[in-house]
């Protein structure tokens, strides 16, 4: 048997071209073979839903298009996900399901039994697990039809299980000779290593075949990578899906065919290719089409501008910079080079001359104190009302251009660079951001080599270095990993090295910052723990671990 897998993006609430898409993809798979066609979780209404979800009119009409769809499907059938309504009570009021059409009709029907509700999942708030599941009879084959997280409770796999059912097991014990998982996976730093691993257990202990279809593309803070495969009863892959592409994949499940070996490009590839990825989508899903960057000559906003120029293309990306007295002739001149290496568009505005009417402003109410951040964040909100307004202007998404280690810190300015309506950087470490440009520069000098080289300055006083309120950022982004990604404790962290009076400082950063990042722009996720409907910390609280 031929399958068909629809590695496609789907927009949430978009049903006509999510639909449209869809049917291509099936007529294009159809014609090359397939004789069973995949697509992704929830294609139809797009994912994640979210509180869309408690929408009636968004759940009528995914099901409304839902039945539309089947109409236009032939002989060959389609399974897809979509929201169905969940009859029974007491219960949650819809269901995580995936359909098969078939000859203009819904043929069948199953539903999700594993509810994900760790990081940045939510699914028990919305849906009701399945209570039971069957195989799907085709062709005299019987088939298990699984959605996303059913097939990640593994036993053999994780040394911790988060539920006590595995699907998976209960289709093999009614009879299932092939295993089938539609998904929305989100990624993060290599989880589609680990994700193949997983399934190459399951389908070599198991001694079934496995076709494993994921969304790709991005949604609000996620970035689903696609990488989708099919595996033979021995688990070695038989076909794979693009990394961070839209890909259809017609395998025959029952040739002989030659294993492919599975290769990865270098981890900042695939950073970058995330990245760029999550800028697209979210600009064009939005309804916009072009960015705004503030240059600073910095390596932070030089890789923000790499990015907007390879998602956008550079006639769709506008570089400002905004000198003031303590900007550097070689601040400036790097974002000039920078700029025209990418062939964006450049413009120099300079705020020297309103900051100093608001230092004129405020002189008498400042008279007598010494100056402060309070001088210093001026300068940065003034950056950030001009970036606000040439955005109104033209209709174009200002990128804020902050990291995950300034933003776990709260060396970032209210209102001011932490203006705008993406942080695409925000899950980046900044020891991380200097590698992906290291790479981008792997060919030729993309971003200037004096920004990679100079000590990283915010340039609000004389001779400003991030080092002169931060500890180096080799060491910062050490104990960030460790307290905000692996959730370890103060003295765990300093049992590994790390100076006592250091840890204490930057936790204490990290706690008092939470109004921040509370306040600031959605960040793309590449981290498997980032800022953001992942991390729930309440922003009034006195919890603190003294050492």
Same mark, same amino acid.
């Given at each position: 048997? @031929?399958?068909?897998?629809?590695?496609? $993006?789907?927009?949430? &609430?978009?049903?006509?071209?999510?639909?449209?898409?869809?049917?291509?993809?099936?007529?294009?798979?159809?014609?090359?073979?397939?004789?069973?066609?995949?697509?992704?979780? =929830?294609?139809?209404?797009?994912?994640?839903?979210?509180?869309?979800?408690?929408?009636?009119?968004?759940?009528?009409?995914?099901?409304?298009?839902?039945?539309?769809?089947?109409?236009?499907?032939?002989?060959? %059938?389609?399974?897809?996900?979509?929201?169905?309504?969940?009859?029974? /009570?007491?219960?949650?009021?819809?269901?995580?399901?995936?359909?098969?059409?078939?000859?203009?009709?819904?043929?069948?029907?199953?539903?999700?039994?594993? +509810? %994900?509700?760790?990081?940045?999942?939510?699914?028990?708030?919305?849906?009701?697990?399945?209570?039971?599941?069957?195989?799907?009879?085709?062709?005299?084959? @019987?088939?298990?039809?699984?959605?996303?997280?059913?097939?990640?409770?593994?036993?053999?796999?994780? %040394?911790?299980?988060?539920?006590?059912?595995?699907?998976?097991?209960? =289709?093999?014990?009614?009879?299932?000779?092939?295993?089938?998982?539609?998904?929305?996976?989100?990624?993060?730093?290599?989880?589609?290593?680990?994700?193949?691993?997983? =399934?190459?257990?399951?389908?070599?202990?198991?001694?079934?075949?496995?076709?494993?279809? $994921?969304?790709?593309?991005?949604?609000?803070?996620?970035?689903?990578?696609?990488?989708?495969?099919?595996?033979? @009863? /021995?688990?070695?892959?038989?076909?794979?899906?693009? &990394?961070?592409?839209?890909?259809?994949?017609?395998?025959?499940?029952?040739?002989?065919?030659?294993?492919?070996?599975?290769?990865?490009?270098?981890?900042?590839?695939?950073?970058?290719?995330?990245?760029?990825?999550?800028?697209?989508?979210?600009?064009?899903?939005?309804?916009?089409?072009?960015?705004?960057?503030?240059?600073?000559?910095?390596?932070?906003?030089?890789?923000?501008?790499?990015?907007?120029?390879?998602?956008?293309? %550079?006639?769709?990306?506008?570089?400002?910079?905004?000198?003031?007295?303590?900007?550097?002739?070689?601040?400036?001149?790097?974002?000039?080079? =920078?700029?025209?290496?990418?062939?964006? /568009?450049?413009?120099?505005?300079?705020?020297?001359?309103?900051?100093?009417?608001?230092?004129?402003? +405020?002189?008498?109410?400042?008279?007598?104190?010494?100056?402060?951040?309070?001088?210093?964040?001026?300068?940065?909100?003034?950056?950030?009302?001009?970036?606000?307004?040439?955005?109104?202007?033209?209709?174009?998404?200002?990128?804020?251009?902050?990291?995950?280690?300034?933003?776990?810190?709260?060396?970032?300015?209210?209102?001011?660079?932490?203006?705008?309506?993406?942080?695409? +950087?925000?899950?980046?470490?900044?020891?991380?951001?200097? @590698?992906?440009?290291?790479?981008?520069?792997?060919?030729?000098?993309?971003?200037?080599?004096?920004?990679?080289?100079?000590?990283?300055?915010?340039?609000?006083?004389?001779?400003?270095?991030?080092?002169?309120?931060?500890?180096?950022?080799?060491? +910062?982004?050490?104990?960030?990993?460790?307290?905000?990604?692996?959730?370890?404790?103060?003295?765990?962290?300093?049992?590994?090295?790390?100076?006592?009076?250091?840890? $204490?400082?930057?936790?204490?950063?990290?706690?008092?910052?939470?109004?921040?990042?509370?306040?600031?722009?959605?960040?793309?996720?590449?981290?498997?723990?980032?800022?953001?409907?992942?991390?729930?910390?309440?922003?009034?609280?006195?919890?603190?671990?003294?050492?």
């Amino acid at each position: 048997m @031929k399958l068909g897998l629809l590695q496609l $993006n789907s927009t949430v &609430g978009d049903f006509t071209a999510n639909r449209q898409k869809l049917l291509k993809g099936y007529e294009t798979a159809c014609t090359r073979g397939a004789g069973f066609v995949l697509a992704p979780e =929830l294609f139809l209404c797009g994912y994640p839903p979210r509180d869309l979800l408690l929408r009636a009119d968004f759940v009528d009409t995914n099901l409304t298009v839902l039945t539309e769809t089947a109409k236009s499907i032939g002989k060959i %059938p389609l399974c897809v996900g979509y929201v169905d309504q969940n009859p029974d /009570r007491p219960g949650r009021a819809l269901r995580n399901s995936a359909a098969v059409l078939q000859n203009g009709k819904i043929l069948w029907r199953t539903h999700k039994c594993l +509810l %994900p509700t760790y990081d940045v999942f939510d699914e028990d708030r919305y849906f009701e697990p399945a209570k039971n599941i069957t195989p799907f009879e085709f062709n005299g084959r @019987k088939l298990g039809i699984t959605i996303c997280e059913d097939i990640w409770n593994d036993p053999d796999f994780w %040394p911790e299980r988060l539920y006590r059912r595995d699907p998976i097991k209960e =289709l093999i014990a009614q009879g299932a000779r092939a295993i089938i998982n539609i998904s929305a996976s989100p990624w993060h730093d290599g989880k589609e290593r680990v994700r193949l691993e997983m =399934l190459q257990r399951v389908a070599r202990d198991e001694g079934i075949p496995l076709a494993y279809v $994921n969304l790709i593309g991005a949604n609000d803070e996620l970035i689903f990578d696609g990488h989708s495969v099919v595996l033979d @009863k /021995r688990g070695e892959p038989l076909a794979s899906g693009r &990394g961070f592409a839209e890909d259809l994949l017609v395998v025959d499940w029952e040739a002989n065919a030659s294993a492919q070996k599975a290769g990865w490009p270098a981890r900042e590839q695939q950073l970058f290719a995330a990245l760029s990825l999550g800028i697209r989508d979210y600009i064009g899903k939005c309804g916009f089409k072009s960015a705004i960057v503030g240059l600073s000559g910095g390596i932070d906003s030089a890789l923000v501008a790499v990015l907007a120029a390879d998602a956008l293309g %550079p006639d769709h990306v506008r570089g400002i910079s905004m000198p003031t007295r303590y900007s550097s002739e070689g601040s400036l001149s790097d974002a000039e080079k =920078l700029a025209r290496n990418l062939g964006i /568009r450049y413009e120099v505005l300079p705020i020297e001359t309103v900051f100093q009417s608001v230092e004129k402003q +405020l002189a008498k109410v400042f008279a007598g104190t010494k100056p402060n951040e309070a001088e210093e964040n001026v300068q940065s909100r003034l950056r950030g009302v001009t970036l606000m307004a040439l955005s109104n202007k033209f209709g174009a998404l200002v990128l804020t251009t902050g990291n995950k280690s300034e933003m776990a810190v709260g060396y970032c300015t209210l209102y001011g660079d932490m203006c705008g309506a993406l942080a695409p +950087l925000a899950d980046v470490f900044k020891m991380d951001v200097y @590698k992906i440009s290291r790479w981008v520069n792997r060919e030729r000098e993309i971003i200037p080599a004096a920004s990679l080289t100079k000590p990283p300055s915010a340039e609000l006083r004389p001779d400003q270095k991030d080092q002169d309120s931060l500890p180096p950022y080799e060491i +910062l982004d050490q104990i960030l990993d460790a307290y905000v990604v692996q959730n370890l404790s103060k003295p765990e962290i300093i049992q590994r090295g790390f100076a006592a009076a250091v840890v $204490n400082d930057v936790i204490n950063k990290i706690t008092f910052s939470e109004y921040k990042r509370r306040q600031a722009a959605p960040g793309l996720k590449v981290s498997p723990r980032a800022f953001g409907i992942g991390r729930r910390i309440p922003i009034a609280q006195k919890f603190r671990v003294t050492v």
